[in-house]
């Protein structure tokens, strides 16, 4: 073979390509990307530099970032699924330790106590934050996560083709829910929103004894609360499964999805002591009812004991399509993001249930304080008449792109164009901005001042 990291044989290839009826593997390519994606030159690659000279030009593309950091001047209002909050030190602490930082999720459980119990620890941590009986070892990140519970819900509910998701979803994740469905004869309809919230008199029309599901966000996209023990209703009439998407720092001052009979919830636990690094360090949550457990996708810890009555961490309900099950495997997502979830659980044991508490009232504060500042000025500003929590959408007189890129010269990440995340399904004068528990009142008053004259 010309390539050692390449272990098939020429003639296992020609056998292959026989199998499915090509010629080369070129070929393969070309019929999944389209040629004017397709890079045909060569390579040029420079020749290497010394360390020195490489250290040096790092130095120059890093000089080149704006970082919103204490003391940058360079402060951040950006939210949409990913946020500015507050990371203590001790996480990177107690997280960086070797044996974390080397460690994987187990493949052989008695060999790996330490980290299953981290991983025991966090599960039944997020349990108790969404109410809900289980939840799972983490999957990458929301997105993923909310993938998941819909193809569970497909599964639980196998006569059934439709699924119901309101417009209010964070866009990415309504997106890859089409990825996902696209070739499983799947109907996946969207309900139009009403002032930024999910219409009841609309999904009471949508639903039917069709749908396995309806999907909702709690606080929503933008930032709005939505009437979930209502929607939870309209779903369970119809035998649907009721999907609850929740930011988890919200369950500090919200109900959890488990007390208004949420069937399964997911959420992104970026807030969990995870920084905004491009696009933020994942974590997605899944959880879900007792009567669903063994369809759970990914890894779930349990707790047993020996046959000397010792307590002991293990890899259990195993369905995983890397296992030895894995002709019954109830989902191909096969790992989790362990050391996300580990320095997630790391956050939650610092805060505890007061520290949640007052995260979730600091955030709540600070974005009525800056919607309130904003309606001061510009009543008309304000998108959309709804309770809100950690974000809200607002008006610009000119395109919310050129607002963002004229308030980044001014110190601030503005927020984010709704239009840029959804290809204009939303219009362009639309402008997310968010106010987490790091936002300072004097900081808010500046954002609004520079604001004014693009709202």
């Not at 990371?87 to 459980?109: C, D, F, H, K, L």
């Not at 569970?152 to 997106?175: C, F, N, V, W």
């Not at 959890?256 to 992104?268: L, M, N, R």
Request: charged share 20%; with cysteine.
């Amino acid at each position: 073979m010309s390539n050692p990291y390449i272990q098939t044989t020429p003639e296992q290839l020609s056998e292959m390509l026989a199998k499915i009826g090509a010629a080369s593997i070129d070929e393969i390519f070309n019929d999944q990307i389209p040629a004017d994606l397709q890079y045909k030159s060569s390579f040029e690659i420079p020749e290497a530099l010394s360390e020195l000279e490489l250290q040096a030009h790092l130095a120059e593309l890093a000089a080149r970032n704006r970082v919103a950091a204490p003391g940058s001047g360079f402060v951040s209002f950006m939210g949409g699924g990913i946020y500015d909050h507050f990371v203590p030190s001790a996480i990177m602490q107690v997280a960086g330790r070797q044996e974390y930082v080397t460690g994987y999720t187990p493949y052989q459980p008695e060999a790996s106590q330490g980290l299953l119990q981290a991983f025991f620890e966090y599960q039944t941590m997020i349990s108790r934050l969404y109410d809900m009986p289980v939840a799972n070892a983490s999957l990458y990140d929301g997105a993923s996560a909310v993938g998941e519970a819909v193809f569970m819900a497909l599964g639980i509910k196998t006569e059934r083709d439709r699924i119901l998701l309101s417009q209010t979803i964070h866009p990415d994740y309504r997106s890859l829910v089409a990825t996902y469905m696209a070739h499983f004869g799947v109907k996946v309809e969207t309900v139009s929103h009403e002032d930024g919230v999910t219409p009841t008199a609309a999904l009471e029309k949508a639903i039917g004894d069709d749908v396995a599901a309806v999907v909702v966000q709690h606080p929503n996209y933008f930032g709005c609360l939505e009437d979930v023990q209502k929607i939870g209703e309209i779903a369970h009439k119809s035998d649907a499964l009721f999907i609850v998407i929740a930011d988890p720092n919200s369950l500090g001052v919200l109900a959890p999805p488990g007390s208004y009979d949420a069937d399964i919830a997911v959420g992104e636990g970026q807030p969990l002591g995870l920084n905004p690094y491009a696009g933020g360090e994942t974590v997605g949550i899944f959880t879900c009812k007792k009567d669903f457990m063994r369809r759970v996708p990914g890894r779930l810890v349990g707790l047993t004991k020996d046959k000397s009555d010792r307590r002991g961490f293990v890899l259990t309900l195993q369905t995983r399509e890397q296992h030895i099950r894995r002709a019954k495997a109830t989902s191909n997502i096969c790992t989790n993001h362990a050391h996300n979830a580990l320095r997630s659980t790391i956050y939650m044991s610092l805060m505890g249930p007061n520290g949640m508490a007052r995260v979730a009232r600091a955030c709540l504060r600070n974005t009525n304080k800056l919607k309130n500042l904003v309606e001061q000025r510009k009543p008309e500003a304000v998108a959309f008449k709804q309770p809100v929590y950690k974000e809200f959408v607002v008006r610009t007189k000119s395109p919310a792109a050129d607002v963002q890129r004229e308030m980044l010269d001014r110190g601030f990440l503005a927020g984010t164009p709704l239009s840029l995340r959804t290809n204009a399904e939303f219009g362009e004068d639309l402008l997310l901005i968010s106010a987490t528990e790091k936002r300072t009142d004097n900081e808010m008053e500046q954002f609004v001042n520079a604001l004014e004259e693009f709202l």
